[in-house]
Protein backbone atom coordinates (compact mmCIF):
# COMPACT_ATOMS: atom_id res chain seq x y z
CA UNK A 1 0.00 0.00 0.00
CA UNK A 2 0.90 3.71 -0.85
CA UNK A 3 2.35 5.34 2.31
CA UNK A 4 2.41 9.18 3.31
CA UNK A 5 3.59 9.68 7.07
CA UNK A 6 4.35 12.54 8.94
CA UNK A 7 6.83 12.62 11.59
CA UNK A 8 4.39 13.54 14.27
CA UNK A 9 0.83 13.24 15.24
CA UNK A 10 0.72 15.97 17.93
CA UNK A 11 3.36 18.89 18.37
CA UNK A 12 3.06 21.72 20.66
CA UNK A 13 5.65 24.70 20.44
CA UNK A 14 5.88 28.04 21.86
CA UNK A 15 5.45 31.26 20.00
CA UNK A 16 8.53 32.52 18.42
CA UNK A 17 10.34 28.96 17.44
CA UNK A 18 11.23 27.79 14.42
CA UNK A 19 8.80 24.69 14.10
CA UNK A 20 9.76 21.67 11.04
CA UNK A 21 7.00 19.68 9.83
CA UNK A 22 8.05 16.58 7.90
CA UNK A 23 6.82 14.34 5.25
CA UNK A 24 7.65 11.48 3.81
CA UNK A 25 5.99 9.36 0.77
CA UNK A 26 7.15 5.74 -0.59
CA UNK A 27 5.17 6.07 -4.15
CA UNK A 28 7.96 8.31 -6.17
CA UNK A 29 5.06 11.10 -6.85
CA UNK A 30 6.31 14.34 -8.10
CA UNK A 31 3.48 16.39 -6.88
CA UNK A 32 3.36 17.08 -2.59
CA UNK A 33 0.97 19.38 -1.02
CA UNK A 34 0.95 20.82 2.65
CA UNK A 35 -2.41 21.99 3.65
CA UNK A 36 -3.88 22.82 6.91
CA UNK A 37 -7.19 22.10 8.02
CA UNK A 38 -9.37 24.57 10.38
CA UNK A 39 -13.31 23.81 11.10
CA UNK A 40 -15.30 25.63 8.61
CA UNK A 41 -12.59 26.31 6.80
CA UNK A 42 -11.70 22.68 5.33
CA UNK A 43 -8.71 22.28 3.73
CA UNK A 44 -6.27 25.20 2.48
CA UNK A 45 -3.16 25.10 0.97
CA UNK A 46 -0.18 26.06 1.49
CA UNK A 47 2.46 25.53 -0.63
CA UNK A 48 2.78 22.57 -3.00
CA UNK A 49 5.96 21.02 -4.84
CA UNK A 50 5.59 19.22 -8.13
CA UNK A 51 9.71 18.50 -8.27
CA UNK A 52 12.89 18.54 -6.44
CA UNK A 53 13.79 22.09 -5.88
CA UNK A 54 10.56 23.35 -6.84
CA UNK A 55 7.64 25.09 -5.03
CA UNK A 56 4.71 27.23 -5.75
CA UNK A 57 2.55 29.08 -3.14
CA UNK A 58 -0.76 28.06 -2.24
CA UNK A 59 -3.65 30.14 -0.66
CA UNK A 60 -1.62 31.02 2.35
CA UNK A 61 1.73 30.94 2.09
CA UNK A 62 2.36 33.67 4.78
CA UNK A 63 4.24 32.93 7.52
CA UNK A 64 5.44 29.31 6.44
CA UNK A 65 8.40 27.83 3.65
CA UNK A 66 9.01 24.47 2.61
CA UNK A 67 11.91 22.58 1.42
CA UNK A 68 11.84 19.48 -1.33
CA UNK A 69 15.64 18.26 -1.63
CA UNK A 70 15.12 15.04 -2.09
CA UNK A 71 11.32 13.42 -3.74
CA UNK A 72 10.49 11.84 -1.61
CA UNK A 73 10.02 14.17 1.39
CA UNK A 74 8.65 17.44 1.45
CA UNK A 75 8.83 19.75 4.80
CA UNK A 76 6.99 22.63 6.11
CA UNK A 77 8.87 25.45 8.21
CA UNK A 78 6.91 27.70 10.33
CA UNK A 79 10.31 30.22 10.76
CA UNK A 80 8.53 31.87 14.14
CA UNK A 81 5.32 30.08 14.64
CA UNK A 82 2.61 32.05 16.28
CA UNK A 83 -0.89 31.20 17.94
CA UNK A 84 -2.82 31.63 14.59
CA UNK A 85 -0.89 28.65 13.34
CA UNK A 86 -2.11 26.13 15.27
CA UNK A 87 -3.86 23.89 13.00
CA UNK A 88 -4.02 20.37 11.88
CA UNK A 89 -1.71 20.02 8.97
CA UNK A 90 -1.99 17.76 6.39
CA UNK A 91 0.81 16.44 3.75
CA UNK A 92 -0.16 14.58 0.80
CA UNK A 93 1.22 13.05 -2.30
CA UNK A 94 0.03 12.52 -5.49
CA UNK A 95 -0.42 13.26 -9.27
CA UNK A 96 -3.14 14.91 -11.00
CA UNK A 97 -6.06 14.38 -11.92
CA UNK A 98 -5.40 10.87 -10.15
CA UNK A 99 -5.85 10.99 -6.66
CA UNK A 100 -4.31 12.42 -3.31
CA UNK A 101 -2.61 10.54 -0.33
CA UNK A 102 -2.90 12.07 3.05
CA UNK A 103 -0.76 11.96 5.70
CA UNK A 104 -2.58 11.43 9.28
CA UNK A 105 -1.58 14.90 9.87
CA UNK A 106 0.11 16.74 12.53
CA UNK A 107 -2.19 18.57 14.88
CA UNK A 108 0.26 21.65 15.85
CA UNK A 109 -0.36 23.32 18.73
CA UNK A 110 1.67 27.06 19.43
CA UNK A 111 1.45 28.28 22.67
CA UNK B 1 -11.34 30.75 -9.87
CA UNK B 2 -11.72 27.04 -9.37
CA UNK B 3 -13.35 26.31 -6.18
CA UNK B 4 -15.99 23.67 -4.86
CA UNK B 5 -19.22 24.69 -2.33
CA UNK B 6 -20.81 21.99 -0.45
CA UNK B 7 -23.60 21.47 1.91
CA UNK B 8 -23.25 22.83 5.51
CA UNK B 9 -22.93 20.51 8.50
CA UNK B 10 -23.06 19.00 10.29
CA UNK B 11 -25.91 16.03 9.55
CA UNK B 12 -27.24 13.60 11.81
CA UNK B 13 -29.05 10.81 10.88
CA UNK B 14 -30.90 7.77 12.08
CA UNK B 15 -28.85 4.19 11.05
CA UNK B 16 -30.41 3.17 7.67
CA UNK B 17 -31.67 6.72 6.41
CA UNK B 18 -30.98 8.25 3.02
CA UNK B 19 -27.62 10.43 2.75
CA UNK B 20 -27.10 13.28 0.34
CA UNK B 21 -24.55 15.96 0.89
CA UNK B 22 -24.36 17.94 -2.11
CA UNK B 23 -21.77 19.47 -3.60
CA UNK B 24 -21.35 22.27 -6.51
CA UNK B 25 -17.96 23.47 -8.33
CA UNK B 26 -16.77 26.26 -10.60
CA UNK B 27 -13.69 25.42 -12.78
CA UNK B 28 -12.10 26.41 -16.10
CA UNK B 29 -11.63 23.35 -18.28
CA UNK B 30 -12.73 19.85 -17.57
CA UNK B 31 -11.82 19.06 -14.05
CA UNK B 32 -11.90 15.82 -12.54
CA UNK B 33 -14.06 15.19 -9.40
CA UNK B 34 -13.16 13.09 -5.94
CA UNK B 35 -15.17 12.55 -2.64
CA UNK B 36 -12.92 12.36 -0.31
CA UNK B 37 -13.78 11.19 3.65
CA UNK B 38 -12.11 11.51 7.39
CA UNK B 39 -12.33 8.95 9.84
CA UNK B 40 -11.93 10.77 13.38
CA UNK B 41 -8.05 10.82 13.98
CA UNK B 42 -7.20 9.78 10.51
CA UNK B 43 -6.05 11.85 7.31
CA UNK B 44 -7.99 12.01 4.22
CA UNK B 45 -8.86 8.70 2.17
CA UNK B 46 -10.36 9.02 -1.23
CA UNK B 47 -13.82 7.33 -1.09
CA UNK B 48 -14.81 7.99 -4.98
CA UNK B 49 -14.18 9.86 -8.10
CA UNK B 50 -15.24 10.87 -11.70
CA UNK B 51 -13.19 12.17 -14.13
CA UNK B 52 -15.57 13.31 -16.90
CA UNK B 53 -19.29 14.51 -17.68
CA UNK B 54 -22.06 11.80 -16.79
CA UNK B 55 -19.75 9.47 -15.22
CA UNK B 56 -20.33 7.73 -11.99
CA UNK B 57 -18.72 7.07 -8.92
CA UNK B 58 -19.23 4.29 -6.03
CA UNK B 59 -17.72 2.65 -3.76
CA UNK B 60 -19.01 1.10 -0.19
CA UNK B 61 -22.54 1.65 -0.98
CA UNK B 62 -21.59 5.35 -1.62
CA UNK B 63 -22.36 7.12 -5.46
CA UNK B 64 -22.20 10.29 -6.64
CA UNK B 65 -22.45 11.55 -10.37
CA UNK B 66 -20.72 14.13 -11.98
CA UNK B 67 -22.96 16.27 -13.79
CA UNK B 68 -21.70 18.86 -16.32
CA UNK B 69 -25.53 20.80 -16.80
CA UNK B 70 -26.00 21.35 -13.33
CA UNK B 71 -21.91 21.52 -12.28
CA UNK B 72 -22.77 19.30 -9.22
CA UNK B 73 -21.60 15.78 -7.93
CA UNK B 74 -23.72 15.32 -4.96
CA UNK B 75 -22.75 12.52 -2.35
CA UNK B 76 -25.91 9.60 -1.69
CA UNK B 77 -25.86 6.54 0.20
CA UNK B 78 -29.24 4.57 0.20
CA UNK B 79 -28.78 3.04 4.00
CA UNK B 80 -25.75 4.69 6.15
CA UNK B 81 -24.46 2.89 9.03
CA UNK B 82 -22.97 4.14 12.54
CA UNK B 83 -19.71 3.60 10.87
CA UNK B 84 -20.23 5.93 8.23
CA UNK B 85 -19.34 8.66 11.09
CA UNK B 86 -16.79 11.13 9.11
CA UNK B 87 -16.14 14.20 7.63
CA UNK B 88 -16.74 14.33 3.70
CA UNK B 89 -14.59 16.30 1.49
CA UNK B 90 -15.51 17.20 -2.32
CA UNK B 91 -12.60 18.14 -4.19
CA UNK B 92 -11.74 19.02 -7.99
CA UNK B 93 -8.86 19.35 -9.98
CA UNK B 94 -8.24 20.39 -13.19
CA UNK B 95 -4.22 20.60 -13.31
CA UNK B 96 -1.59 20.22 -10.89
CA UNK B 97 -3.78 21.33 -7.99
CA UNK B 98 -6.27 20.31 -5.84
CA UNK B 99 -9.34 22.24 -4.28
CA UNK B 100 -11.44 21.06 -1.35
CA UNK B 101 -14.74 22.11 0.24
CA UNK B 102 -14.93 23.12 3.58
CA UNK B 103 -16.21 19.43 4.27
CA UNK B 104 -19.90 17.91 5.74
CA UNK B 105 -19.44 16.54 9.43
CA UNK B 106 -21.58 13.06 9.53
CA UNK B 107 -23.22 11.69 12.37
CA UNK B 108 -24.76 8.89 12.54
CA UNK B 109 -26.98 7.27 15.26
CA UNK B 110 -28.24 3.71 16.25
Known amino acids: DVKVTQSSRYLVKRTGEKVFLECVQDMDHENMFWYRQDPGLGLRLIYFSYDVKMKEKGDIPEGYSVSREKKERFSLILESASTNQTSMYLCAAGRAPQKLFFGSGTQLSVL | ?110
Open chain 2, 1 to 110: GDSVTQMEGPVTLSEEAFLTINCTYTATGYPSLFWYVQYPGEGLQLLLKATKADDKGSNKGFEATYRKETTSFHLEKGSVQVSDSAVYFCALTTGNQFYFGTGTSLTVIP
